[in-house]
Every structure is written in structure tokens, then in C-alpha cells.
């Protein structure tokens, strides 16, 4: 589904990732993990074209979309949650969620639009119990749900996740890891960048390290996790 070769990408002049090459198959899940710095997150908004400085290759479905702009690359079926969640803290939660649905908001869409904020809450029923509520009073945890959920609403075939777990408890983190995998057992395919590398590699297929800008191990997820690099550098030894 996602094909990335030699993928360099720069802000100003400085380049953040060098040269990253990585596949990301139709109805999977595949983590990135990393320290902080390490280009995580530059890889991501690389692809959903929020940065522009960049050369290489990004095909998607079979085309090349480096070039692209953002709202494009939405349109053909990727949607980007943001570390730290990026939600409209001063709007409702039902505000946010059309937000999510930008694509939709025509008169002929309409019906449509009704029937994925009626899936987004039946997935999601804490968001559809809130949806009149302020979204920066919800816990952090409802908050990445409904990061999630407005992403969800774009109607994507290919889901980035960056930080999905960050300054959340851990209960709450599982519960996160959980939706996860219910979004790809429902057919979403999934591109995860963590810093808890071990829940990360339990639920993805296949894993890339990406350390200073560049890819340097990859493999299934199960054998990196049994990996010594692996195990002394990002699980604890």
C-alpha cells in the first residue's frame, strides 16, 4: 500500500531523516520505533505532506505522492494523528469530529457524513455521550480518542499514528492499543510510531528502528523484540 524509497527530508537546509526506505503492506500493522530526535516524527508528516522539502519517493496505491499537498494526500486515503493530539481544545467534541469530515461537507454528501459520526460513536461511545462538551476538559485519554476519531472520519485506508500513547496511564494506554488493533482488524492498515517500543512491537507485523535520521533495523516485529540491540537500547536490557 506504501512504498517509501530513499526518502530525504529537510527543514530549511537542515536534513531531519536521510535516505529512509520502508513498505508498509495493505491491511497491516507497522511501527517505527525510536528515541526522541530520532525522526519519528518527520518521517510522518513527510508522507501527509506537511513537509516540503524532500526527495526521493513516496508511492501510494501505486502512485507517487511526494509532490502533493496535504489536503490531496487526505483525499486519496491517509489521515495523520499528531503527537500531543492536536485537537481543538476550545471547540465541542462534536465541533472537532466535523472538522474531521471536511471532505464530506457538501449538500450531496450529507447522509453520508450523518452515517460516520453515527460509526465514529457507536466506536467510540464516551465521544457520542460527550459530543456537546468542550474537548479540552476531556481526560487525555478521551482526548486521543477523539484525535483518532476525527482522523477517522476522513474515511482512511492508511492510519499514521504518532505518539498514540503519550502522558497517558497506563490502563489508558491499554485501552488506546486496544482501538488500535480494532481499527486494523476492521480493514484500516496502520503505520504506528512509538516510544513504547514494547507495546508498539507486540501489535505490528513488522518494526523499523530509526535512529539519528535513519533506518538502522528492521525485521518482524516479534523477532526484534528478542533482538539484544533492541532489548538494551529501547526495552529495559
Known amino acids: 500500500m506504501l512504498e517509501i524509497r530513499n526518502l530525504t527530508a529537510a527543514y530549511a537546509a537542515i536534513p531531519a531523516i536521510r535516505d529512509i526506505s520502508l513498505t508498509v503492506p495493505e ?72 472538522l474531521g469530515a471536511y471532505l464530506y461537507h457538501r449538500r450531496r454528501h450529507r447522509q453520508e457524513l450523518q452515517e460516520h459520526i453515527r460509526q465514529v460513536y457507536e466506536m467510540f461511545p464516551v465521544l457520542g455521550r460527550r459530543s456537546r462538551q468542550i474537548a479540552g476538559t476531556l481526560s487525555g485519554g478521551e482526548q486521543q480518542m477523539l484525535a483518532i476519531a476525527r482522523a477517522l472520519m476522513a474515511r482512511p485506508k492508511l492510519l499514521l499514528l504518532d505518539e498514540p500513547s503519550m502522558g497517558l496511564a497506563p490502563l489508558v494506554v491499554h485501552d488506546i492499543f486496544a482501538i488500535i488493533q480494532r481499527l486494523n482488524q476492521m480493514g484500516t492498515t496502520i503505520l504506528l510510531v512509538e516510544q513504547n517500543a514494547r507495546a508498539a512491537l507486540r501489535i505490528a507485523a513488522y518494526a523499523y528502528v530509526l535512529e539519528t535520521g535513519q533506518m538502522v533495523l528492521e525485521g518482524p516485529a516479534a523477532t526484534l523484540l528478542t533482538d539484544s540491540r533492541v532489548k538494551a537500547a529501547y526495552l529495559g536490557g
Open 27 to 98: 491491511g497491516g500493522i507497522v511501527s517505527i520505533i525510536g528515541a526522541n530526535g530520532a525522526g519519528k516524527s518527520t518521517l510522518l508528516k513527510a508522507i501527509s505532506g506537511l513537509i516540503q522539502k524532500k526527495s526521493g519517493s513516496i508511492r501510494f496505491a501505486g502512485q507517487d505522492i511526494i509532490c502533493e499537498r496535504a489536503n490531496r494526500i487526505v483525499a486519496r486515503g491517509i489521515s495523520h494523528v499528531a503527537e500531543g493530539r492536536q485537537i481543538f481544545a476550545h471547540m465541542k467534541v462534536e465541533d472537532n469530529i466535523h
